[in-house]
C-alpha cells in the first residue's frame, strides 16, 4: 500500500512562485529515480525534472532555469520549487518514483498561474 501523495499546488499569479513536494506513504525502499511530470488538457504527459540515486538531475528545456528539483531518497520525498511563473506552466504536476521495475504515480496536484 505505497502511495505518493503531493502536495504544494495552487494558485498564483505570473511571476509567483511554488513549492510542491511529494512523500511516500507506506513501506518504500529508497528510489532509483524520483521526477516530476505535468499534464495539461488534451496533452500528453511531460516531464518537468528528475534527479537520480546519484545525484544527477536533468530539466526539461522549457523550464529556462526556473525550477530547481530537490530529493531525499532515504525518506522518499522530493520537492520541486517553481519560480517565474508563466500561464503556460498551468497543469497537473505528478510525483514519479522509480525502483528498479517498479514505477508509483501521486495523483497530481492543480498548478494554476493566472496572467
Known amino acids: 500500500q505505497v502511495q505518493l501523495v503531493e502536495s504544494g499546488g495552487g494558485s498564483v499569479q505570473a511571476g509567483g512562485s511554488l513549492r510542491l513536494a511529494c512523500a511516500a506513504s507506506g513501506r518504500a525502499f529508497s528510489s532509483d529515480l524520483l521526477a516530476w511530470y505535468r499534464q495539461v488538457p488534451g496533452k500528453q504527459r511531460e516531464l518537468v525534472a528528475s534527479t537520480s540515486r546519484g545525484g544527477v538531475q536533468d530539466y526539461a528545456e522549457f523550464i529556462e532555469g526556473r525550477f530547481t528539483i530537490t530529493g531525499d531518497n532515504m525518506k522518499n520525498t522530493v520537492y520541486l520549487q517553481m519560480n517565474s511563473l508563466k500561464p503556460e506552466d498551468t497543469a497537473v504536476y505528478y510525483c514519479?518514483?522509480?525502483?528498479?521495475?517498479?514505477?508509483?504515480w501521486g495523483r497530481g496536484t492543480q498548478v494554476t498561474v493566472s496572467s
Open positions: 514519479y518514483y522509480k525502483r528498479g521495475a517498479q514505477i508509483l
